[in-house]
């Protein structure tokens, strides 16, 4: 009774978070994104200040198993909120879950390590691994159904994951996995894997509630997770050394992420994943992963149709993005759609950047993505490709739920170096283009040995496109 419970108030909170406002008109949508920017709310606490040493915590003791950072969390929840200070130095916790109206702020000098031990990462809470819905790992970070909540400051959120915890989880030689360990993609059999487990439940539409996972299955938990919230603050910490995803927002609203590091190489390492939110800035952030830098999602298969949450109204700028398989990126799990994104003022540099501009999905997984606006971004080089739109993801060629991609505008690009300089590969032979309306204007790639390959879409404009000092017209 308990978790049907928990779910009817997802749905509640949820339909409350999304109410039906007028449509945005984006004919002119570098006016439109001023409009968007009107609904962002100013996040305000109590005065009280609430330190973890009066409630337990004591610097450099190696102690996972305080409560203190909770105790005091708990305190100025109780007395209506306020800020909960980490001071500086080195501090040691589990998991640590944010309520309303709370910010926890940590000091310059602060660094907070978290437990690498499982067990601490129990009772196990609703979230979504890789897009499905499950009971799994509480996040090291979470908050679920709250209001006004924020982690500040300039200190450092260290996850402490690497080749002898967490990673090897993934199931790969280069993250420490060794033959004869349990990982997400094997337990004795492929098919006894945690996430083909999941994947398999997720088919077959097995209710949330019943798909409980385990430690065996080993489906590693986000860094940060503010689930069904509103009106959150990320703001100048930084952040290294994630199990998995390292900012998760998940259908939330009103979402801001202003001045954060994120440093962190291992497996799906993603920096920060708005996952069917509406209303998100991304701005002054530096992205250095092991996955996408910045990735919007929507929810995977069934469960993104079945929320039909779509990511909506985003705006990233003044970001910097180094190492990732993508700068920019939408999907892969976009099965709930996706509209309305504005990228502006960025640069992103680094041999190991794959892509600068990433759209991927497949006919399984679907979604609508639609008014996708870039301008000013300034490459150095990246490894293949400026702008690229996978619609045959994970090489699936075939499916019921074809992905649409509509108006895309990208202006004022530069890149001095990279193998692709547009690469859109769409389905050829299909009915009806799957990619409509993409417009390069007043862009410059230079040090290409591809300039473009394009298949499967249709109405793509070159309005003064140069490419290795030539200007480049699509035919």
Request: charged share 25%; proline share 5%.
């Amino acid at each position: 009774m308990k978790k049907l419970a928990i779910i009817s108030f997802i749905v509640l909170v949820s339909t409350s978070l999304f109410a039906v406002k007028p449509l945005l008109d984006v004919s002119k949508p570098w006016k439109a994104v001023k409009e968007v920017e009107k609904d962002f709310k100013k996040n305000k606490f109590p005065k009280r200040q609430f330190v973890i040493t009066n409630y337990g915590a004591k610097q450099g003791v190696e102690d996972y198993k305080t409560n203190a950072i909770n105790a005091a969390i708990n305190a100025a929840a109780a007395m209506g909120g306020g800020t909960v200070i980490v001071p500086k130095g080195v501090w040691y916790t589990g998991p640590i879950t944010l309520k309303t109206n709370i910010n926890l702020h940590l000091e310059d000098s602060a660094v907070l390590k978290f437990s690498t031990n499982p067990d601490d990462y129990k009772p196990f809470v609703l979230t979504r691994f890789e897009g499905w819905d499950c009971i799994n790992f509480r996040p090291l970070i979470y908050a679920y159904g709250e209001d006004n909540v924020a982690v500040t400051g300039k200190g450092i959120l260290d996850g402490q994951a690497n080749e002898t915890n967490w990673w090897p989880w993934k199931g790969k030689k280069n993250y420490g996995w060794k033959e004869g360990m349990i990982s997400q993609e094997w337990n004795g059999t492929k098919e006894n894997g945690g996430r083909n487990r999941l994947a398999k439940m997720e088919k077959n539409n097995v209710p949330m509630e019943k798909r409980v996972m385990t430690i065996e299955d080993r489906l590693r938990p986000s860094f940060v997770e503010l689930n069904n919230c509103t009106n959150i603050l990320l703001q100048d910490f930084t952040l290294i050394n994630s199990p998995f995803w390292c900012l998760h927002p998940l259908l939330s609203k009103n979402v801001i992420v202003r001045g954060v590091t994120v440093k962190s190489h291992g497996p799906n390492n993603d920096g920060c994943d708005p996952e069917s939110c509406e209303v998100v800035l991304i701005e002054k952030c530096t992205f250095d992963t092991g996955d996408d830098c910045i990735a919007i999602k929507s929810g995977k298969n069934n469960d993104g149709r079945r929320w039909a949450r779509p990511s909506k109204n985003i705006i990233v700028r003044n970001c910097i993005m180094k190492d990732g398989h993508g700068g920019v990126v939408l999907g892969s799990e976009i099965s709930g759609n996706v509209k309305n994104v504005w990228v502006e003022d960025c640069e992103m540099d680094s041999p190991n950047l794959d892509r600068v501009i990433r759209i991927k999905s497949n006919p399984i997984r679907g979604g609508k993505l639609e008014n996708f606006f870039i301008r000013n971004i300034k490459v150095g080089q990246c490894d293949e490709a400026v702008f690229r739109i996978e619609m045959k993801y994970e090489k699936v060629t075939e499916g019921p739920n074809m992905p649409l991609v509509k108006n895309f505008i990208m202006e004022n690009i530069t890149s001095e170096k990279s193998r692709y300089g547009i690469w859109i590969d769409g389905f050829e032979n299909a009915p009806q283009k799957q990619v409509t309306g993409v417009t390069l204007r007043n862009c410059k790639f230079n040090n290409v040995k591809t300039p473009y390959k394009i298949v499967g879409a249709e109405n793509v404009v070159f309005d003064n496109v140069v490419i290795n000092g030539e200007t480049v017209q699509y035919k």
